[in-house]
């Protein structure tokens, strides 16, 4: 897929006041810090599309993306920030899981990992709670090109382990990075198969 137009739509508080859900629609979402911003810019060409490097933890908003006037990517808040507080935790649990858990149009969820990390507990809790809900999602693994394809290879074997104890399948996986582009194509590659068996 060749993308052509991303245009920012909204930002959201409240589920109900989502665009109609009448397009395919892609979740973002991973720790902060992950490089989703990053990869949501470099998936779009468009460097300052999706904001880097803001603090985390203060503005919990869902971000509509409209993709070719014909997809939304959509930019999820990143969990597991050490320095919010309980209750808005709770919020952000509250809100993001209801609208991963309700949003009809939603096709998949893109769970960001950073692979110079071996498998987080707070990543795999999420994916086994999206596996619980029968949610489709896909492991993107970010920042590859800060250490070795061999490095990252057993971080990416290491994370499947983990999740084969409660996947009979573990989902797919891509190597990305926000520096060199890697990735870029498989992932859109993978959004435009989606899209293609999309009705509403
Ligand atoms: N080397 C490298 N750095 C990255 C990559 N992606 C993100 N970063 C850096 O990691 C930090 C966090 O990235 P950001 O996209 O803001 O993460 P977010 O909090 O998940 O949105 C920034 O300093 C980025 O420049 C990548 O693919 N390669
Ligand atoms: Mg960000």
């Known amino acids: 897929m060749i993308v052509k137009s991303a245009e920012f739509v909204c930002s959201n508080t409240q589920i109900s006041k989502l665009p109609p859900p009448e397009k395919p629609e892609y979740a973002f979402i991973g720790r ?3 490089g989703k911003s990053s990869l949501i810019n470099m998936l779009t060409n468009k460097k300052g599309l999706a904001k880097t490097s803001q603090t985390p933890g203060k503005t919990q908003l869902i971000n509509h993306f409209l993709i070719n006037e014909n997809w ?3 930019d999820l808040p990143g969990y597991g920030y050490a ?3 309980k209750s808005k935790k709770e919020d952000w649990d509250k809100f993001i ?5 309700k949003r009809e149009s939603l096709q998949c969820v893109l769970v960001l990992i950073d692979s110079r990390l071996e498998p987080q507990k707070i990543d795999l809790a999420f994916c086994n709670w999206l596996g619980e809900k029968g949610l489709p999602f896909v492991l993107v693994f ?3 090109d800060k250490q070795s394809g061999l490095k990252t290879d057993q971080n990416i074997a290491k994370f499947k382990k983990a999740l084969s104890a409660t996947f009979e399948e573990v989902p797919t996986c891509y190597v990305t990075s926000s520096e060199n582009k890697l990735g870029k194509d498989e992932v859109l590659g993978f959004i435009d198969e989606v899209n293609k068996g999309f009705t509403m």
């Open 32 to 34: 902060s810090n992950v």
């Open 72 to 74: 939304y990517l959509v």
């Open 83 to 85: 320095r919010i507080s």
């Open 97 to 101: 899981r209801t609208y991963l858990d």
């Open 142 to 144: 970010t920042k590859a």
